[in-house]
């Protein structure tokens, strides 16, 4: 143990051997004596070393004594090589610093006021009164301050008045002046101020930089968890509908919304409002710190200033430039800014939408997307009945299974009549001929397009158009063969849906015949009539010594206008109807014309 006085601060080398018996190689019992047995001896070691204010080889104590070596105004060489010389501070002297300096007088050693031109009354015990030399007078003869600092520490500013030297610690340090501490403002409160989370670290005396520990983000007077960006379309596909691929442009974007913005009048154009201003006309605002701190991980770089929200004002360096924030990476701030009036760029926030597309073979906009009409039918809950119906058409015959791909076929456009499970009941059971008489392929026909008096074509007969007149009337209203459509264009990526008040009936199999035969006497008649009319050519031709006479064509108009039929109006739909001279619609497999009464 080190003590305070002579030889007994020496830690002295203590030696001593510890035997230890290694296992024999035979029991004791057959052997009075066991050679395979040898003692082993461990020796410690201990180094020679002197206590705080000790020196030499003896450890003898420092001059000024072991409470106050080199009475405290200087450093000893202690230590087991030192000598015990004591090394004075710059205003004493003597072999334990005991004395004053020449020119510093009084128990502090202050520094004497006299120029060369006068000799001071210096020491521990003199008063620093100058006594001039002859033809010399005076009081104040000198400016301490440029000797020595007036005797204030290095760290201290000197003033005098008079012969009186004033001291006080620069800022950054405290102390009386003659001794002047670096203040750490990390020490003077609960982590410098920084946050929980941040590390504060003094850069020079009283002022301190905070930073963010691993895994947060910000400026070190607030720290946020670091999160990884998450795309959106990870949780409910984006919003998207399920049938439709979900692309979250914020989350592709590398700088995460924030963006440099500068006027087209040059850089530093822009106060505080019109930054303001300038990010909202781009539909965002000023970006915040944090923000900007996601951008600058994300890559942005930008070697100029530009305003944040709450005034502040920063750029991102992604990488060390000394003509870019003296090779700072990170964010270079320039803190919050009191004038408001300065111009600088302005870095702002938008966040991005979220793309939806319909996956191909779907129709919409990606937030609604509809298959094929089969699909539709499917994914409808109040088209069950009907599309049940289908399927068990579909088992059961060469049609159906044809009459269920012309629904999933994307390379024809069809439209679909599609009874409601209100008007088609579970029970009830639709003929095959039943089932196709609700679609109509080859086009599609919005509500629009479905004319008063107009006819669909089916594989198995016509289907009439009545009540419609102006789709801009609300009250105007439609019936396909006499089924009231409740609902129209529902959309589907090879065709349109109409939902009927109830299903549709197809008419029997024999007037499809009886209009295939007056199809026959059509043809018939029509090659009649294009003989004549060669035969009527001939016969005016031949006559060529006659004049050209108009006036028997003309005649012939007026008489066929005379017998002209007038429109008939349907009392019910308030529509008019023109009279169809025994027309026979053409049933032909295949054929899926709109055909107009006219």
Not at 95 to 103: M, P
Not at 129 to 155: P, R, S, Y
Not at 316 to 336: K, Q
Request: aromatic share 8%.
């Amino acid at each position: 143990m080190c003590r305070a006085e002579g030889f007994a601060a020496l830690i002295v080398c203590v030696l001593f051997c510890v035997q230890e018996v290694q296992k024999c190689d035979l029991p004791t019992m057959f052997m009075s004596k066991n050679s395979g047995c040898r003692p082993v001896c461990t020796v410690n070691f201990w180094n020679p070393k002197c206590c705080r204010g000790y020196y030499g080889r003896d450890c003898l104590v420092c001059p000024g004594g072991v409470h106050s070596p080199c009475s405290n105004r200087g450093k000893c060489d202690d230590g087991h090589l030192g000598n015990g010389t004591c090394t004075c501070d710059a205003r004493f002297q003597g072999t334990a610093c005991e004395l004053c300096h020449d020119g510093f007088y009084g128990p502090t050693c202050k520094a004497c006021s006299c120029s060369e031109h006068g000799s001071c009354d210096d020491g521990l015990k003199g008063t620093g009164q100058c006594f001039c030399e002859e033809g010399w007078t005076g009081e104040q003869l000198v400016d301490m301050c440029k000797i020595w600092n007036g005797g204030c520490a290095k760290e201290a500013r000197c003033s005098q008045e008079g012969q009186k030297v004033s001291c006080t610690c620069s800022k950054g340090h405290s102390g009386d002046g003659i001794i002047c501490l670096p203040i750490d403002p990390c020490a003077s409160e609960e982590n410098g101020g920084c946050h929980e989370h941040a590390t504060c670290t003094m850069t020079t005396p009283g002022k301190k930089k905070c930073t963010c520990k691993d895994n947060y983000i910000g400026d070190g007077v607030t720290c946020e968890v670091k999160e990884l960006p998450i795309s959106r379309c990870l949780q409910d596909n984006g919003q998207c509908h399920p049938d439709a691929k979900c692309i979250d442009l914020h989350f592709e974007d590398a700088t995460l919304g924030v963006f440099h913005y500068r006027t087209v009048k040059g850089q530093y154009r822009l106060n505080y409002t019109a930054a303001q201003q300038a990010c909202s006309t781009e539909g965002g605002s000023l970006a915040t710190y944090t923000q900007l701190s996601y951008a600058q991980q994300g890559g942005l770089n930008m070697c100029a200033a530009g305003w944040l929200d709450q005034a502040r004002v920063a750029y991102p360096t992604t990488h060390p430039n000394p003509n870019c924030g003296f090779g700072h990476v990170g964010i270079v701030d320039y803190g919050t800014r009191k004038n408001l009036s300065e111009t600088w760029d302005a870095f702002c926030y938008r966040m991005k939408e979220v793309m939806c597309e319909c996956k191909p073979g779907y129709v919409g906009d990606g937030f609604s997307c509809a298959g094929n009409l089969l699909q539709v039918l499917r994914s409808t809950p109040t088209f069950s009945n009907f599309y049940t119906q289908i399927l068990n058409f579909s088992e059961v015959s060469e049609s159906g299974q044809k009459f269920l791909k012309r629904l999933i076929n994307l390379q024809v456009q069809s439209t679909l009549f599609v009874p409601d499970n209100s008007g088609l009941l579970e029970n009830q059971t639709l003929s095959q001929r039943d089932i196709q008489f609700h679609l109509s392929e080859g086009q599609v026909l919005p509500l629009s397009q479905l004319r008063n008096g107009s006819r669909i074509r089916t594989r198995v007969g016509s289907l009439t158009v009545l009540g419609v007149t102006d789709l801009l009337n609300p009250s105007s209203s439609c019936y396909i063969n006499n089924r009231f459509v409740t609902d129209a264009d529902i959309p589907a990526s090879n065709g349109i849906i109409h939902v009927l008040q109830g299903p549709l009936e197809a008419p029997p199999p024999h007037q499809q015949v009886a209009h295939q035969a007056g199809m026959g006497v059509g043809v018939v008649l029509l090659i009649i009539l294009v003989a004549g009319v060669v035969f009527v050519g001939y016969r005016f031709y031949s006559r060529n010594t006659k004049p050209f006479q108009f006036h028997y064509f003309k005649e012939r108009e007026e008489a066929a206008a005379s017998n002209a039929s007038s429109c008939i109006c349907n009392p019910v739909y308030e529509a008019c109807l023109e009279p169809v001279e025994d027309k026979h619609q053409v049933e032909d497999e295949g054929s899926y014309d709109l055909l107009q009464v006219s």
